[in-house]
């Protein structure tokens, strides 16, 4: 098995509501700034929830990130970001993809909605995750990273 070439994935931890929307915010805006220097059609970021709760209001405000957001799922013209569940992202793919709204790992059904959003990335991949489920993660997450890695290595995609 060939392992994925390309950046590794990052962990966000957020200790509660109000961090969580400020690393949302910074690490969105640091992956538009690490990005600039690409190719355009390579700058495409999708931020992408288990659910539309998992999706803060403040995202759809004006100047929230530094790139104007539209709703995922269509053919995105210039510049934005993508933000939707992952069920409006379906078969598609962006070059980053922050997966948010991951409450635990415990669960199969958790396990794979990290393996789904993570499979949407072709090259970054960022997981904004709780504080309180570090250990859960520890646990699980190695398994669901082999996955992405096997899966990127079979595509040809970089992780």
Known sequence: TR????PETELVWYPDEAQYTRRLRRTVNKLI???KDL???SRDIAVLGVSRDSLPEELHAPGFFTRPVVDAGGDPEGQVVQVGTLQSFKGLEAMAVVLVGL???DSL???QLAYVGGTRAKSFLRILLPDDIQETV???LPEILTLLDADAAESGRQL
């Open 109 to 111: 059904g958790s396990r």
């Open 138 to 140: 520890q646990q699980r």
């Open 33 to 35: 700034e690490h990005m």
């Open 39 to 41: 190719g355009p059609k």
């Open 103 to 105: 409450r635990d790992l």
């Open 3 to 6: 392992k994925a070439r390309g």
